[in-house]
């Protein structure tokens, strides 16, 4: 097959004949640009398939970021807690401390109040990581609990000691007065006769203080049948003290009451001749001679 092509010139019609190479050359143009376009959108899918790869990378980088940053957040507010847990209990082993310290009059060697005096030379050692943080801080706060176990029982035996000083009856009920009346037989002042008087008495001035020989737990605070209005202390050990023919109470029922306290204002209630104040000593619930209590030494 042939191809004439007629050319229209001012000379006249110009026929013009191609040859095959001549018709080759639009199908090698197509094939060319064809090529190209393929080769384009190739390289251009490639791109955006590195592009959509870069953002999916980058989106993994987003969320291990974040990831990192709860874990990191999560960690810290751990650190918090195991912080304010030690501060909790350092506070309360500084109470401790400072109690028994005190109790003890040993202020002037101990001092909870202040930073304890460390230091020395350091050298550069490896990083800490928070996990090994955390698991030092465990670490002291089980050691922090176990001292506070041990001052605990120290504080409560040294409380022991210290109750045990206070319920140690000795001494008058009164600060000033004397002696009317020992323990014993002696001769009724009502009616005469030969009776037993199970306490002691001490005259004095009407309405003067009426102490405590000891430490304790008032279980009687008012009007006994003789006694008048009687103030009753148990010392704890099967001990009571009693204190009767008050003119007025101070305490109640259920009070407790130190060594040397004030409990009544010196009377003559009850069956009684004049102001004065009837002391006994009860062990489990039997009068017993009170002179060796009142005239031992202080504790």
């Known amino acids: 097959m042939s191809v004439t092509v007629f050319i229209q010139g001012r000379n006249g019609v110009t026929r013009w004949q191609p040859s095959k190479r001549w018709l080759l050359l639009p199908i090698l143009l197509l094939a060319s640009g064809t090529g190209l376009y393929q080769y384009s959108s190739d390289r251009f899918e490639s791109q955006q398939a590195k592009a959509d790869k870069n953002q999916k990378l980058r989106e993994q980088q987003k969320q291990q970021v974040l990831q990192l940053k709860n874990a990191t957040e999560t960690q810290l507010v751990t650190l918090v ?29 101990f001092d909870f109040s202040t930073e304890i ?10 990083s800490i990581e928070l996990n090994q943080l955390i698991d030092d801080m465990d670490k002291l706060a ?58 002691i008495d001490f005259a004095g001035t009407e309405g003067a203080d009426v102490i405590a020989t000891a430490a304790g737990v008032v279980t009687w605070a ?59 000593v009860l062990r489990s619930g039997q009068q017993i001679d009170p002179r060796k209590y009142v005239y031992r030494k202080t504790s």
């Open 81 to 109: 807690t195991h912080v304010a847990k030690m501060q909790a209990k350092i506070t309360r082993l500084e109470a401790l401390g400072q109690q028994v310290a005190q109790h003890n009059l040993l202020d002037d060697q």
């Open 117 to 126: 005096g460390i230091g020395g030379p350091s050298e550069f050692g490896s």
């Open 142 to 199: 089980a050691r922090i609990d176990n001292n506070n176990v041990q001052l605990s029982l120290l504080e409560t035996v040294a409380s022991n000691l210290h109750i045990d000083e206070e319920r140690y009856i000795s001494g008058r009920p009164i600060y000033k007065g004397w002696l009317s009346s020992p323990y014993g037989l002696r001769n009724d002042p009502f009616n005469g006769r030969r009776t037993m008087h199970k306490g």
């Open 222 to 280: 008012g009007n006994m049948f003789g006694y008048g209005e009687l103030v009753e202390i148990d010392h704890g050990n099967g001990l009571r003290t009693r204190y009767g023919h008050n003119k007025a109470l101070s305490v109640n029922v259920g009070d407790v009451v130190a060594k040397g306290e004030k409990i009544a204002n010196m009377g003559s209630s009850g069956r009684s001749t004049g102001p004065h104040v009837h002391y006994e």
